[in-house]
Every structure is written in C-alpha cells, then in structure tokens.
C-alpha cells in the first residue's frame, strides 16, 4: 500500500470516528433534553400505586398504566385551555399589528433621537416584568379590571412589544430598499406597500416572533394568578396549580402530570406546524449576500 492510500485510508477513518462521536453527541443531548418530558408523560398514565413505588418504575407493566388521571380532570379541563389560548391568540395578535408598523418606522425612517427610542426599548425588554406587578395591580384595582381577560391581554402585550420591535425591525433592515421604491413607483401607498409587499415577505419573522409571544402569554402564571379569581376564568398555569388531592397531606402527581401534558400539548403542535416557518425566521440574515 502507497504512501497516499494509508493517508487516505486514515482520512476515512477519522471522518468516520467524528461522524460517531457527533452522532452520538447528538442523542445524548436530546435524551438529556426528552427524558423530563417523557418522564412526565408517562407519569400521567401510571396508576398511582406505580407513581409512588419504590424504586422507580421505569417500565410499567399495562396493569400499571391507566387513563384516569386524564379522566379526573374531566371536560371543564378543556375550558381552561380555551381560556389560555383566547388571551395568548388576542395578545399575540395585538403585539404583531402594532409592532410591524413600529418597527418598519423604526427601520426606514430617519427619526429624530433614534438611537435613544431603540435603547428604551431596549432596556424595556430587558426590565424584569415581575416588577411592574405592584403597580399593574393598582392601575387593575382603580379601573375595576378584576376577572377580565383584558387585564391579562394588555399586560402581555405591553411586555412583549419592545421584543417584537426589535426582531421584526432587523427583519426590515435586510429587505432590499429597490423593492419599495419599485412599489411606490407602481403607486403604492406606504400602508398598502406594508400590508401586500413588505409583510408577506417578513412572514418567517412574524411567526418567529409571533410563537413567542404566544408562548409566554400561554406560559404566564403571576399575573393571570392574582387578576383573575373566578375558577370558570383560569388559565391553564393557575388550573394546574389549583388541582389538589383527597387531603392536605396528598400530592396529585398522576392528574397534575395530565394536566401539564394536555396544556402543552397545543403548544407542541404549534411549533410542528409552524417549525419551517420557525428554522427561516431564525436563520435568515445569517448568510448576507
């Protein structure tokens, strides 16, 4: 064997030893990720002799696994569930149609103290909004917004804005300027550009940005736990904590386990549906030219 063949030969060798390791690198990541997920779910089917067993079991036997934890929750469950995704679905909407505008004008238009309105929105999305709950709290009381869904939508809203300016406005930044003044040169006006040109173009982006928002309105518990009282009003994070067992000494694992695999169960077909959209919008502008 030549000189060049055993060089090749270990060239092979070594591409294939970094493919296993890879590879292996790989599954071990995403096991490390799924196993709290698998876990829970399969606590949500495991009769609770089984969930308290000792040691764990890992494997459970068809006698071990039941649909009860899902039935104890019942049908008024899945009211919760409407309930969490009318105020994620209106919030996200919202921030979407009032942050566009504001970002495109914040990416097109030579404003007076730009630099100073981005780094106020800037440290805006940067502020811990668990602070504001005093005073959210007091402007709620004042304008008797108790047990509203308002009182959930604009907060989410208001927190999720200064993000979705600043993800939407670089989106806008890349877009060829060519077009635009193609569009007004076809007699587009600058709202009609916005709507049929520049927008369908940033669709990635909007889904992006638009998950997120979804997410943390879904995911919210402080403030739809303390602005909302009545039971029939809950969402899905305060219904969960509010599950109880037999006696004050008795932790429902099984149902809270349903409970937790039925409310992300919406957000995970979500992100199924929407994962291209998602993997474009993360990725664009990371190749320029």
């Keep these: 064997m030549s000189i060049a063949e055993?060089?090749?030969?270990?060239?092979?060798?070594?591409?294939?030893?970094?493919?296993i390791i890879l590879w292996v690198?790989?599954?071990?990541?995403?096991?490390?990720?799924?196993?709290?997920?698998?876990?829970?779910?399969?606590?949500?089917?495991?009769?609770?002799?089984a969930i308290s067993a000792v040691p764990n079991i890992y494997f459970p036997t068809p006698n071990q696994l039941t649909f009860d934890h899902y039935l104890s929750l019942g049908l008024g469950f899945l009211r919760y569930v409407f309930n969490s995704a009318f105020v994620s679905?209106?919030?996200?909407?919202?921030?979407?149609?009032?942050?566009?505008?504001?970002?495109?004008?914040?990416?097109?238009?030579?404003?007076?103290?730009?630099?100073?309105?981005?780094?106020?929105?800037?440290?805006?999305?940067?502020?811990?909004?668990?602070?504001?709950?005093?005073?959210?709290?007091?402007?709620?009381?004042?304008?008797?917004?108790g047990n509203n869904y308002i009182s959930l939508i604009i907060?989410?809203?208001?927190?999720?804005?200064?993000?979705?300016?600043?993800?939407?406005?670089?989106?806008?930044?890349?877009?060829?300027?060519?077009?635009?003044?193609?569009?007004?040169?076809?007699?587009?006006?600058?709202?009609?550009?916005?709507?049929?040109?520049?927008?369908?173009?940033?669709?990635?982006?909007?889904?992006?940005?638009?998950?997120?928002?979804?997410?943390?309105a879904w995911n919210e518990f402080i403030f739809a736990l303390t602005f909302i009282t009545r039971s029939e009003m809950y969402t899905i994070p305060v219904a969960v904590a509010?599950?109880?067992?037999t006696s004050v000494f008795e932790i429902p694992y099984g149902p809270i386990a349903a409970a937790t695999v039925i409310g992300t169960f919406p957000l995970l077909i979500l992100v199924l549906i929407a994962q291209r959209r998602i993997v474009q919008g993360i990725t664009a502008g990371a190749?320029?030219?």
């Design 89 to 145: 679905i209106i919030s996200t909407v919202i921030c979407l149609g009032i942050g566009a505008p504001a970002a495109y004008t914040l990416a097109r238009l030579k404003l007076p103290g730009e630099n100073i309105i981005l780094a106020c929105i800037l440290i805006v999305s940067l502020f811990p909004y668990v602070l504001l709950f005093l005073g959210l709290l007091e402007i709620i009381k004042s304008l008797g917004l």
């Design 6 to 19: 055993k060089s090749s030969s270990k060239n092979q060798s070594s591409v294939k030893v970094s493919r």
């Design 155 to 216: 907060p989410y809203t208001g927190i999720n804005l200064p993000l979705t300016i600043l993800v939407l406005r670089s989106f806008f930044q890349q877009l060829p300027k060519d077009l635009e003044d193609s569009a007004k040169i076809d007699g587009y006006s600058t709202i009609s550009m916005l709507w049929n040109i520049i927008l369908p173009l940033t669709i990635p982006a909007l889904v992006t940005t638009g998950i997120l928002t979804f997410i943390f």
């Design 287 to 289: 190749v320029k030219g």
């Design 25 to 49: 690198s790989v599954v071990l990541i995403v096991i490390f990720f799924l196993a709290p997920v698998l876990w829970q779910l399969l606590t949500s089917f495991k009769t609770n002799e």
């Design 242 to 245: 509010q599950i109880g067992g």
